[in-house]
């Protein structure tokens, strides 16, 4: 197994590309940490889902917007399992669709606390108990093309994960390297909330693989750069778009 003895912290892992990272990680050996914030439910399902491929999981509630939520969440992984080798920062999302016109700073600010600030916390947070490791970041097509409409902010905050994971490979290395991944359209909750259905059905029509992503293909990118197959690279944004948009 690729992973066995390790501890994965995987944030926002109650449903979609966090459970399927987190189910993942754990067929190839690693204990999982996941957070949450509303979707107990969910969570409970992913802690079972890992169970059944034998692994070992635990689920904590909490705000990652919050130094409280952060600090829970890295406390119980270490009382749990002894400590932390791999952080993949996977909370995050759009909130509403706003024109930059209508946007107000209020919104700004909330999507940047919920895509930037919560990913610095966190990291800062397991970096106390990381001696050694992989990161990996969840940014987004959006952070390369800009994003659809009324995402300007959303963009912009996944554009700093970007730069931010560049940033932290320098600073963090050797002993840690970082990553990022840029979905492009993934078959998730995120977009049966935010994307129009004929949307998507364009998409897929236009598609070099003709159809669009599931969580389980961001999963499997993730566990690659989660362990030793990747021991060369850092710095680095991978696109996961069927093609859609290539960097």
């Known amino acids: 197994m690729k992973l066995q003895g390790k501890t994965a912290i995987i944030t926002g892992g109650g449903r979609d590309i966090g459970r399927a990272c987190a189910v993942r990680l754990a067929e190839e050996g690693a204990n999982v940490a996941i957070n949450y914030f509303a979707s107990a439910d969910g969570a409970k399902e992913t802690v079972a889902q890992v169970e059944a491929v034998g692994g070992k999981a635990i689920a904590v509630q909490g705000d990652l917007c919050t130094q409280e939520g952060v600090d829970a969440l890295v406390a119980a992984t270490v009382e749990a399992f002894g400590g932390v080798d791999i952080l993949v920062n996977n ?29 610095v916390m966190v990291t800062k947070a397991a970096l106390e108990h990381m001696k050694s490791g992989a990161i990996v970041n969840m940014a987004s097509q959006a952070g390369r093309d800009g994003g659809g409409p009324g995402a300007a902010a959303y963009a912009a905050s996944k554009g700093t994960i970007m730069t931010l994971t560049r940033a932290l490979a320098k600073e963090l290395g050797p002993d840690i390297r970082v990553n990022g991944i840029c979905p492009g359209m993934i078959d998730t909750d995120f977009h049966n909330i935010f994307t129009k259905p004929e949307a998507r059905t ?45 960097s």
């Open 91 to 119: 909370s995050g999302g759009l909130i509403a669709r706003k024109s930059f016109r209508e946007m107000s700073l209020e919104h700004w600010n909330a999507v940047m606390d919920l895509n930037v600030t919560s990913t």
């Open 202 to 246: 364009a998409l897929e029509n236009n598609s070099p693989l003709k159809r669009q992503g599931v969580p389980m293909d961001v999963a499997n990118l993730v566990l690659f750069l989660a362990c030793a197959d990747s021991a060369y690279i850092t710095g680095t944004n991978y696109d996961i778009n069927g093609g859609m948009l290539f």
